[in-house]
Protein backbone atom coordinates (compact mmCIF):
# COMPACT_ATOMS: atom_id res chain seq x y z
CA UNK A 1 0.00 0.00 0.00
CA UNK A 2 1.53 3.48 -1.20
CA UNK A 3 1.37 5.96 1.40
CA UNK A 4 2.70 9.47 1.26
CA UNK A 5 2.89 11.08 4.50
CA UNK A 6 3.65 15.04 4.92
CA UNK A 7 5.14 16.88 7.98
CA UNK A 8 7.01 20.07 8.65
CA UNK A 9 4.17 22.41 8.63
CA UNK A 10 3.32 25.20 10.68
CA UNK A 11 2.57 28.83 11.36
CA UNK A 12 5.74 31.44 10.79
CA UNK A 13 6.32 34.96 10.21
CA UNK A 14 7.27 36.60 6.63
CA UNK A 15 10.62 35.97 5.47
CA UNK A 16 10.63 33.16 7.77
CA UNK A 17 11.73 29.47 6.76
CA UNK A 18 10.14 25.82 6.53
CA UNK A 19 10.96 22.55 5.60
CA UNK A 20 8.36 19.99 4.49
CA UNK A 21 9.04 16.45 4.59
CA UNK A 22 7.78 13.83 2.35
CA UNK A 23 7.78 9.95 3.74
CA UNK A 24 6.72 8.11 0.86
CA UNK A 25 6.66 4.20 0.98
CA UNK A 26 4.74 0.97 -0.33
CA UNK A 27 6.65 1.14 -3.53
CA UNK A 28 10.12 1.54 -4.87
CA UNK A 29 9.79 5.34 -6.22
CA UNK A 30 12.76 5.63 -8.43
CA UNK A 31 11.15 5.73 -12.00
CA UNK A 32 8.61 8.39 -10.26
CA UNK A 33 8.10 11.99 -10.59
CA UNK A 34 7.45 13.38 -7.38
CA UNK A 35 5.50 16.76 -6.59
CA UNK A 36 4.28 19.00 -3.84
CA UNK A 37 1.11 21.01 -4.76
CA UNK A 38 -0.61 23.95 -2.57
CA UNK A 39 -4.43 24.92 -1.91
CA UNK A 40 -5.44 27.88 -0.14
CA UNK A 41 -8.55 28.97 1.08
CA UNK A 42 -11.29 29.00 -1.68
CA UNK A 43 -8.56 28.67 -4.34
CA UNK A 44 -7.77 25.53 -6.69
CA UNK A 45 -5.20 23.15 -5.65
CA UNK A 46 -2.32 24.61 -8.10
CA UNK A 47 1.65 22.97 -8.77
CA UNK A 48 4.52 24.07 -6.48
CA UNK A 49 7.60 21.92 -7.79
CA UNK A 50 8.74 18.73 -8.91
CA UNK A 51 11.67 16.68 -9.33
CA UNK A 52 12.48 12.87 -10.94
CA UNK A 53 13.11 10.74 -7.98
CA UNK A 54 16.33 9.15 -9.86
CA UNK A 55 17.55 12.56 -11.53
CA UNK A 56 18.43 16.28 -11.10
CA UNK A 57 15.54 17.80 -12.79
CA UNK A 58 13.64 20.39 -11.33
CA UNK A 59 10.63 22.64 -12.21
CA UNK A 60 9.58 25.04 -9.76
CA UNK A 61 5.96 27.34 -10.73
CA UNK A 62 7.26 30.55 -11.31
CA UNK A 63 6.08 32.72 -7.62
CA UNK A 64 8.75 30.19 -5.90
CA UNK A 65 11.74 30.50 -8.07
CA UNK A 66 14.72 31.29 -5.89
CA UNK A 67 12.92 30.79 -2.25
CA UNK A 68 11.74 26.84 -2.42
CA UNK A 69 14.07 24.04 -3.27
CA UNK A 70 12.65 21.09 -3.94
CA UNK A 71 15.46 17.45 -3.05
CA UNK A 72 15.29 14.13 -2.30
CA UNK A 73 17.01 11.69 0.16
CA UNK A 74 17.34 8.32 -0.71
CA UNK A 75 18.14 6.39 2.13
CA UNK A 76 15.14 7.74 3.63
CA UNK A 77 12.60 7.39 1.13
CA UNK A 78 11.82 11.17 1.83
CA UNK A 79 11.40 14.07 -0.43
CA UNK A 80 11.77 17.41 0.96
CA UNK A 81 10.52 20.98 -0.26
CA UNK A 82 12.75 23.83 1.86
CA UNK A 83 10.59 27.03 2.19
CA UNK A 84 12.54 30.16 2.57
CA UNK A 85 11.93 34.00 2.17
CA UNK A 86 7.90 32.93 3.12
CA UNK A 87 5.31 35.43 2.34
CA UNK A 88 1.42 35.31 3.35
CA UNK A 89 0.64 34.30 0.13
CA UNK A 90 2.30 31.24 -0.05
CA UNK A 91 0.02 30.58 3.43
CA UNK A 92 -1.62 26.97 1.82
CA UNK A 93 -2.08 23.68 2.82
CA UNK A 94 1.07 21.73 1.22
CA UNK A 95 0.23 18.07 -0.31
CA UNK A 96 3.25 15.96 -1.84
CA UNK A 97 1.91 13.73 -4.78
CA UNK A 98 3.95 11.03 -7.21
CA UNK A 99 3.16 10.34 -10.44
CA UNK A 100 4.56 7.07 -12.50
CA UNK A 101 5.19 9.52 -15.53
CA UNK A 102 8.76 10.47 -15.94
CA UNK A 103 8.35 14.44 -16.15
CA UNK A 104 11.22 14.75 -18.39
CA UNK A 105 11.14 18.67 -19.90
CA UNK A 106 7.29 18.93 -19.18
CA UNK A 107 5.21 19.74 -15.79
CA UNK A 108 2.74 16.79 -15.36
CA UNK A 109 -0.84 17.67 -14.96
CA UNK A 110 -2.34 17.11 -11.41
CA UNK A 111 -4.90 14.42 -12.73
CA UNK A 112 -1.50 12.60 -13.51
CA UNK A 113 -0.19 12.09 -10.01
CA UNK A 114 -1.49 8.86 -8.55
CA UNK A 115 -0.76 9.24 -5.06
CA UNK A 116 -1.61 12.32 -3.07
CA UNK A 117 -0.50 12.49 0.93
CA UNK A 118 -2.83 14.24 3.62
CA UNK A 119 -1.30 17.34 3.67
CA UNK A 120 0.00 19.52 6.02
CA UNK A 121 -0.69 23.10 6.80
CA UNK A 122 1.58 25.99 6.32
CA UNK A 123 0.42 29.42 7.95
CA UNK A 124 2.26 32.37 7.55
CA UNK A 125 1.96 35.59 9.71
CA UNK A 126 2.70 39.45 8.10
Known amino acids: QVQLVESGGGLVQAGGSLRLSCAASGRTFSSYTMGWFRQAPGKEREFVASMLWSDTYTDYTDSVKGRFTISRDNAKNTVYLQLNSLKPEDTAVYYC???????????????????WGQGTQVTVSS
Open 97 to 115: AASPIRAWGRRLERSEYEY
